[in-house]
């Protein structure tokens, strides 16, 4: 493995990676928000049952397996949790200057790693307790170790690509698309490897042969979760969209305008040296990434699932395209990299908090008692309400009792959200409450208007619902609410209470 050279650039690479880690310990005990209540909830079960309860949530299990075993370790704290995507970004900045510096130089490697020190996706997923991060890191794993395999054909570190591809796309849905543009990226560096490329082909064959038979037993889960799961909070991308990502995934518009530049200031060099492993590598980089880019696109066109937290698979290809062509611009490269980076550091921003639960489960903390009943309008928020409020309370959200509260159940959900009955759900509910028990709804802050997608207002329609039918329910009497007066900035995240006692029987 390439290090770098001396005390002195181990020093460098270490406090590189000190730097990182000061800017992104900020934010590490903010309160959990959802999505982290999901990832706790479905990393407490068994490791064994993980995959089968991963039907009902639509991703695959690697990260939660990972989750579950650190867990065991060091709690479901919100530390705890986050600490685990912290340590891994952290690794994205030795790894960078590897992949960089094996492939093109150690000019290159370092580079890389001012870019991944610096970079505002692996600052910002490593506050959150997701597998973004784990995501962004495999992906530079797999695009790095791809370009020695089928660049430079070092056949050795087949096993290193096959592996790293394997885990990514067992940690991600996204990951496959990585793949893809691996194999087209694979194809292309074949068609110009001359009397090698007999050799790049059985390269190719072996490993994403391989890849392939790593991700078949789970084929299954996935083509039930491709039946039966979605993303009912996405829009289908514009065009221009596949722009945006690029930009968002190296830190901004004008991150990425430098970074373009450099690439196409690249562009000259490469073609006046077209046999070099710069030439290849920087092509086969390109073809990798945009290819990837496109079939995400194309697939949120069939089935929208477009989130920028997903762009970590562009990452990997994108972060070594763009140092090499910083590398190679002389001082006019050093000094993109010093903007890209200040850039980076400066557009992170101070962490805010994204969710509210929290406040709101310490001013429950002394109404609601063992057996009570919380309804969330927002079924992916009962998870983290479990984890805040803990077991002993029954939850509901508007299509019925949630029978394991650590799980958001998505199959079928937005159908099934259109015909929930919230009110029947809760009747049954009350009725079985003993006087002075409790009711409490949970609803998103109101935020939806026509416009907005059908998944927002169908929860702002059961939160007015339940709340007009349990206000005029003569067996409960209002207690507390809203609490708290929707004070959160992070808009979805945000979420309010009303709570009833039961102090009569029905009229």
């Known amino acids: 493995m390439t290090l770098p050279a001396g005390w002195r650039g181990a020093a460098a690479l270490a406090g590189l990676v000190v730097v990182a880690a000061v800017v992104r310990l900020e934010g590490q005990g903010f309160p959990l928000w959802s999505d982290e209540g999901l990832s706790v909830g479905i990393a407490s079960h068994p490791l064994a049952e993980i995959p089968t309860v991963l039907r009902r949530d639509g991703s695959p299990p690697l990260y939660y397996a990972v989750l579950h075993l650190w867990m065991r370790w060091w709690g479901s704290s919100a530390v705890a949790v986050r600490s685990l995507s912290l340590l891994v970004?952290?690794?994205?900045?030795?790894?960078?200057?590897?992949?960089?510096?094996?492939?093109?130089?150690?000019?290159?490697?370092?580079?890389?790693?001012?870019?991944?020190?610096?970079?505002?996706?692996?600052?910002?997923?490593?506050?959150?307790?997701?597998?973004?991060?784990?995501?962004?890191?495999?992906?530079?794993?797999?695009?790095?170790?791809?370009?020695?395999?089928?660049?430079?054909?070092?056949?050795?570190?087949?096993?290193a690509f096959v592996v790293s591809s394997a885990l990514l796309v067992l940690t991600h849905n996204w990951g496959p698309f990585l793949v893809l543009g691996a194999a087209v990226a694979a194809g292309w560096c074949a068609v110009v490897a001359g009397d090698q490329r007999r050799r790049r082909l059985v390269d190719a064959g072996l490993g994403f042969g391989a890849i392939g038979l790593l991700y078949l037993p789970w084929l299954p889960t996935l083509v039930y979760q491709a039946a039966h799961t979605g993303a009912p909070w996405s829009r289908r991308p514009a065009l221009g969209s596949m722009v945006v990502a690029i930009a968002s995934v190296l830190g901004g518009p004008l991150v990425a305008l430098v970074a373009v530049a450099a690439v196409v200031a690249l562009a000259p060099v490469v073609w006046r040296r077209p046999r070099t492993p710069e030439h290849a590598g920087a092509i086969a980089l390109g073809i990798m990434a945009l290819t990837t880019v496109a079939v995400s696109w194309v697939a949120s066109q069939v089935e929208p699932a477009w989130?920028?937290?997903?762009?970590?698979?562009?990452?990997?290809?994108?972060?070594?395209?763009?140092?090499?062509?910083?590398?190679?611009?002389?001082?006019?490269?050093?000094?993109?990299?010093?903007?890209?980076?200040?850039?980076?550091?400066?557009?992170?921003?101070?962490?805010?908090?994204?969710?509210?639960?929290?406040?709101?489960?310490?001013?429950?903390?002394?109404?609601?008692?063992?057996?009570?009943?919380?309804?969330?309008?927002?079924?992916?928020?009962?998870?983290?309400?479990?984890?805040?409020?803990?077991?002993?309370?029954?939850?509901?959200?508007?299509?019925?009792?949630?029978?394991?509260?650590?799980?958001?159940?998505?199959?079928?959900?937005?159908?099934?959200?259109?015909?929930?009955?919230?009110?029947?759900?809760?009747?049954?509910?009350?009725?079985?409450?003993?006087?002075?028990?409790?009711?409490?709804?949970?609803?998103?802050?109101?935020?939806?208007?026509?416009?907005?997608?059908?998944?927002?207002?169908?929860?702002?329609?059961?939160?007015?619902?339940?709340?007009?039918?349990?206000?005029?329910?003569?067996?409960?009497?209002?207690?507390?609410?809203?609490?708290?007066?929707?004070?959160?900035?992070?808009?979805?995240?945000?979420?309010?209470?009303?709570?009833?006692?039961?102090?009569?029987?029905?009229?």
């Not at 000019?107 to 970079?119: E, F, I, Q």
């Not at 003993?434 to 109101?446: F, I, K, L, S, T």
């Open 89 to 159: 970004s952290l690794a994205a900045i030795p790894l960078a200057f590897w992949a960089g510096a094996s492939l093109f130089g150690r000019r290159v490697g370092w580079m890389a790693a001012v870019l991944a020190a610096t970079s505002t996706y692996l600052t910002l997923y490593s506050r959150e307790a997701r597998m973004y991060a784990l995501v962004a890191v495999l992906a530079l794993a797999s695009a790095a170790s791809f370009a020695h395999v089928f660049v430079l054909g070092r056949r050795r570190w087949l096993p």
């Open 307 to 507: 989130s920028s937290r997903y762009f970590g698979v562009y990452l990997g290809p994108l972060l070594v395209l763009v140092a090499l062509a910083m590398a190679r611009a002389g001082r006019a490269g050093v000094v993109g990299l010093v903007v890209v980076a200040a850039l980076g550091l400066a557009h992170t921003g101070r962490a805010v908090p994204k969710s509210n639960v929290e406040e709101l489960a310490a001013r429950l903390a002394g109404v609601v008692v063992p057996g009570d009943v919380v309804m969330s309008t927002q079924m992916e928020q009962v998870p983290l309400l479990h984890h805040e409020l803990g077991p002993d309370l029954r939850y509901a959200d508007p299509t019925g009792v949630v029978r394991d509260p650590t799980v958001a159940d998505w199959r079928d959900v937005l159908q099934r959200m259109r015909d929930a009955r919230p009110v029947a759900v809760l009747d049954p509910l009350v009725d079985d409450l003993d006087e002075g028990g409790h009711v409490v709804v949970v609803c998103p802050r109101p935020s939806a208007t026509p416009d907005d997608l059908l998944w927002y207002r169908l929860m702002d329609r059961h939160c007015e619902t339940v709340r007009s039918a349990l206000g005029a329910d003569p067996r409960l009497s209002p207690l507390l609410g809203p609490i708290p007066a929707s004070s959160s900035p992070q808009p979805g995240a945000a979420v309010f209470a009303v709570a009833y006692e039961r102090t009569g029987e029905r009229a």
